[in-house]
């Protein structure tokens, strides 16, 4: 395959940005060319300093992910080579925010259980609750036999049940036969709910959660047991951890860090590569145009793009001739540029998973956050249990708004705030779009610093919100204040939701992308990226664009 000449970067999210700028750097020779439908870069990544303290002090709020993890080496790169060192705000392990976590289980009525993460946890009467699920399930679980289903037992591999490999099965399935019923109801499916807003009981789990599955292989059937022994080869070969990342200082860093972000938002990272970007003699970014079209130029080793202005329908721009295609769009984005474009042949597997929709809300009160919250990260709620003639639920225990769980901002990440300790940042998770979400003014009427209550009339949305929040909190009636301010987010397809069978699909789709043939055979100059392909985390899009182009030279 001849080097690239033209690159098209599709899509100006952290996969695209990223894969953006580590091509300029393995290709300084060939132009790059970045296509955004929106005006902003970015993505799902938005934060916003706003001046909405009664003090006339600022906080940022979150629109989209909030924090990132050391362990995404990925990201500590760019980090070092954007000199982004002296933005950062760390959380360490030891602070509240990163030892406490709790869930709001929906049949055990009223406020919050932690979970439990030491042994003096373990006894703690708040505990208690998840500490009977959690303790049987965790010690019992390496004296469970082998139990996923054949024919994928090891010892018969040579036989012929042996050659159907039973490849994969949802999350709930999963932790269902290593820890029972009761431990993936409520752990299983509140994680699910955090980081995917999606139900366990369709989730992959080799798609998601790849390293338990490799875990249970590891450990002969045990998943504890694979744990145990990948961490004595990880201690054994722990000098060559960031082989391949140009890290510098940031690692030393990183030590007994927990989470991190950045003193004015996660947006700093994209704006920080929008900057390098436009600085670089080989970058073209393209902002308010859509891609409409993709089709080979017969008898020549190029593709043209269609490019249709976002924002005046029928306006279209000369097309865009380029040798190489790094899609960072959704799949299903992908599937209907390929569908419109005749010459064009589809690709499998591009609508087969369902999208998530996430509404985010940011709530700001005037009051330290002990008066309203324990300390601690925030709490995730479970999947209910089923209906029980037994257990009668209220009507707030039914979550109605089908909420996933709330994160205490003020906690982790209280230095981005002008007044910490005397502020409360909350940010409340509802899966799907939430009810009346359209009655809310996407700003508060609080604006104006001199006063200290928002308007007497809430919207809907708003007051409901608050009411379940006391019932979460076990907050007394007429305790949890006004907030000063309130935004709301509807984050519409956001999160993708690897159903079974993800892996499979996608190494099926990059094998049609590598085989050569006539036509639109894409010959490997085609890369498909992002979080629709694998990894939904700031740091997997990060990392999946550092790898695009490797088998271009």
Same mark, same amino acid.
């Given at each position: 395959m001849p080097p690239p000449r033209h690159i098209a970067v599709l899509g100006g999210g952290i996969t695209g940005l990223s894969s953006a700028f580590h091509l300029s750097r393995r290709f300084p020779t060939a132009q790059i060319t970045l296509v955004e439908k929106q005006k902003r870069l970015g993505g799902w990544i938005r934060s916003e300093r706003l001046p909405c303290l009664p003090n006339g002090g600022s906080v940022v709020l979150e629109a989209g992910p909030r924090t990132l993890r050391p362990v995404d080496k990925s990201i500590l790169e760019l980090i070092h080579l954007l000199g982004l060192s002296k933005d950062l705000i760390t959380t360490?392990?030891?602070?509240?925010? +990163?030892?406490?976590?709790?869930?709001?289980?929906?049949?055990?009525?009223?406020?919050?259980?932690?979970?439990?993460?030491?042994?003096?946890?373990?006894?703690?009467?708040?505990?208690?609750?998840?500490?009977?699920?959690?303790?049987?399930? @965790?010690?019992?679980?390496?004296?469970?036999?082998?139990?996923?289903?054949?024919?994928?037992?090891?010892f018969l591999s040579g036989s012929a049940k042996g050659n159907q490999? $039973?490849?994969?099965?949802? /999350?709930?399935?999963?932790?269902?036969?290593?820890?029972?019923?009761?431990? +993936?109801?409520?752990?299983?499916? +509140?994680? @699910?709910? %955090?980081? $995917?807003?999606?139900?366990?009981?369709?989730?992959? /789990?080799?798609?998601?959660?790849?390293?338990?599955?490799?875990?249970? &292989?590891? %450990?002969?059937?045990?998943?504890?047991?694979?744990?145990?022994?990948?961490?004595?080869?990880?201690?054994?070969?722990?000098?060559?951890? %960031?082989?391949?990342?140009? #890290?510098?200082? /940031?690692? &030393?860093? =990183?030590?007994?860090?927990?989470?991190?972000?950045?003193?004015?938002? =996660?947006?700093?990272?994209?704006?920080?590569?929008? /900057? $390098?970007? &436009?600085?670089?003699?080989? !970058?073209? #970014?393209?902002?308010?145009r859509s891609v409409t079209g993709l089709s080979r130029k017969h008898g020549d080793e190029a593709f043209e793009l269609k490019l249709d202005d976002s924002n005046n329908v029928g306006s279209s721009s000369p097309p865009l001739t380029v040798t190489h295609i790094a899609s960072a769009l959704p799949l299903p984005t992908l599937h209907r540029i390929l569908l419109s474009s005749p010459s064009s042949s589809t690709l499998p597997y591009l609508?087969?998973? *369902?999208?998530?929709? !996430?509404?985010?809300?940011?709530?700001?009160?005037?009051? *330290?956050?002990?008066?309203?919250?324990?300390?601690?990260?925030? $709490?995730? #709620?479970?999947?209910?249990?089923?209906?029980?003639?037994?257990?009668?639920?209220?009507?707030?225990?039914?979550?109605?708004?089908?909420?996933?769980?709330? @994160?205490?901002?003020?906690?982790?990440?209280?230095?981005?705030?002008?007044?910490? %300790?005397t502020t409360t940042k909350l940010t409340v998770m509802l899966k799907g779009e939430a009810p009346h979400h359209d009655d809310v003014d996407m700003v508060s009427p609080s604006m104006d610093p001199s006063t200290s209550r928002p308007s007497p009339s809430v919207p809907r949305l708003i007051a409901r919100v608050l009411t379940t929040l006391v019932h979460h909190l076990s907050l007394p009636a007429g305790t949890l204040p006004d907030p000063v301010y309130w935004k709301v987010h509807v984050n519409r397809g956001c999160i993708p939701t690897y159903l079974p069978g993800h892996k499979q699909q996608m190494e099926e789709l990059q094998r049609v992308l590598t085989e050569e043939g006539k036509g639109i055979g894409w010959e490997g100059r085609l890369q498909v990226v992002g979080a629709g392909v694998g990894g939904v985390s700031v740091g997997d899009c990060v990392g999946a664009g550092k790898r695009v182009g490797e088998g271009w030279r």
């Open positions: 360490p392990k030891t602070s509240s925010a +990163a030892r406490n976590r709790f869930l709001h289980v929906p049949e055990l009525g009223r406020g919050l259980h932690v979970i439990p993460s030491t042994p003096l946890a373990f006894a703690s009467s708040n505990a208690w609750p998840l500490t009977r699920v959690l303790l049987p399930a @965790v010690l019992g679980e390496p004296f469970r036999r082998w139990n996923r289903p054949l024919p994928s037992h090891p490999k $039973y490849t994969d099965e949802s /999350v709930d399935s999963f932790l269902t036969r290593r820890f029972g019923e009761a431990f +993936a109801r409520v752990f299983g499916s +509140a994680l @699910v709910h %955090g980081i $995917y807003a999606a139900d366990s009981r369709s989730l992959s /789990v080799r798609a998601a959660f790849p390293s338990l599955w490799e875990a249970e &292989e590891a %450990g002969g059937g045990s998943v504890l047991l694979g744990f145990l022994r990948k961490s004595r080869r990880q201690a054994a070969n722990s000098g060559s951890d %960031g082989e391949g990342y140009k #890290i510098g200082d /940031v690692a &030393e860093k =990183m030590k007994n860090v927990s989470v991190f972000s950045f003193r004015d938002g =996660m947006e700093t990272l994209p704006k920080a590569l929008e /900057v $390098y970007l &436009e600085k670089q003699e080989n !970058v073209h #970014i393209v902002r308010g609508t087969t998973n *369902p999208m998530s929709t !996430v509404t985010v809300i940011n709530l700001v009160f005037a009051c *330290p956050p002990s008066a309203i919250h324990p300390a601690g990260f925030g $709490y995730l #709620i479970p999947r209910a249990a089923a209906p029980s003639p037994s257990v009668q639920r209220t009507e707030l225990g039914k979550n109605h708004l089908h909420l996933l769980g709330t @994160v205490f901002d003020s906690c982790s990440l209280a230095e981005q705030d002008s007044s910490p %300790g």
